[in-house]
């Protein structure tokens, strides 16, 4: 498991808990493998990171594209 992966994997309790399908993890491990090579890893996981945060705290204000999803675009 990455490093990335690791990180996803943390929480902060919220209760609301963030789905990341099988699909977006393969794009995640491209993503973080492309930056990485340009040295801009560090600078791309904080980012998404706090996007995440972002999810977790304020989840109603993403779009609902499903039944009860609701999806964010980075």
């Known amino acids: 498991m990455s490093n990335l992966h690791q990180s996803l994997r943390l929480g902060n309790g919220m209760g609301y808990k963030i789905l990341i399908s099988k699909e977006a993890e393969v794009e995640l491990e491209f993503a973080d493998c492309y930056f990485r ?13 706090k996007q995440l945060e972002f999810l977790e705290t304020t989840p109603f ?11 964010i675009f980075f």
């Open 61 to 71: 204000s993403f779009q609902k594209k499903y039944k009860d999803v609701r999806v």
């Open 37 to 49: 090579s340009k040295d801009l890893e560090k600078s791309f996981r904080a980012d998404f990171l």
